[in-house]
């Protein structure tokens, strides 16, 4: 366990947060993302839904998840907000706001996708109309940047932006046009630095949850791993996780070709 583990107040016992814990917050950090900063593993754990579960998905309810440290210990909780005509009929084509909060409710995070009559398709998302993008402010009011959709065949291509929307980071997916309940490894997104497309040492990837979460829920639990970056590409990478789970697995589980959709 680090020592900035031990230390530190730990999110879900006390709900002040870090805000009287006396660390110095890193230069620049947006104001309740002083623990963000901290987290070198960052777990989007999605909430199941019972009503979903009796319904097999036919009511489609919106996306919950804890945001946690390595440990368990829940730092941030992120609530969907979408009309429920558009979670009922677009299902993963969505549009939706993600806010993210503290323990307390505040809002610290927001990310928005909004919707498009015909995006998705990866054969032909780098045109305007046709790829997924999300911005994303910290605090709210403030973009920070943001996360769009690329043309890959048949591979999930997210591009990272900061706010003056330099290119930073792009992530891929394997070659596989199908992600399915039968795939029990780990289903990475690898990074790349978008200059040198070096391969980096950071992922995201959803880890497999056992037979009975994958066959009977839709809650995936998405983990981060971003050692060493800034606090507001930590941010950038947390609402990634969100554009991934609707994008990739939700259209996995309405019956759609996960990697490339």
Request: with cysteine; charged share 25%.
């Amino acid at each position: 366990m680090q020592m900035t583990d031990v230390i530190l107040t730990q999110p879900g016992q006390d709900k002040r947060g870090f805000s009287d814990s006396g660390v110095a917050p890193p230069p620049g950090c947006p104001p309740g993302l002083e623990y963000l900063a901290q987290m070198d593993e960052i777990y989007v754990n999605q909430k199941v839904d019972l009503l979903e579960m009796i319904t097999d998905s036919a009511i489609e309810i919106p996306n919950r998840y804890s945001i946690e440290n390595h440990s368990g210990q829940r730092a941030y909780f992120a609530q969907e907000e979408s009309e429920c005509c558009n979670r009922m009929c677009c299902g993963p084509d969505r549009g939706f706001i993600m806010h993210i909060t503290t323990n307390d409710g505040r809002e610290v995070i927001r990310c928005e996708r909004k919707f498009k009559w015909c995006a998705g398709c990866c054969w032909c998302a780098d045109s305007e109309t046709c790829g997924w993008e999300m911005t994303v402010e910290a605090p709210i009011g403030t973009v920070i940047g943001y996360i769009r959709q690329h043309s890959s065949k048949w591979k999930t291509h997210l591009t990272l932006y900061d706010a003056n929307r330099q290119k930073l980071y792009d992530i891929w997916s394997k070659c596989c046009p199908i992600f399915c309940v039968c795939c029990i490894d780990d289903i990475n997104f690898h990074v790349f630095d978008a200059r040198s497309q070096n391969k980096l040492e950071s992922r995201i990837y959803k880890k497999w949850s056992g037979w009975a979460r994958e066959c009977c829920t839709r809650a995936d639990l998405l983990i981060c791993e971003v050692p060493g970056m800034d606090v507001k590409e930590k941010a950038l990478f947390l609402c990634t996780t969100f554009m991934l789970d609707v994008m990739v697995f939700e259209t996995m589980d309405s019956g759609g070709a996960g990697a490339g959709s």
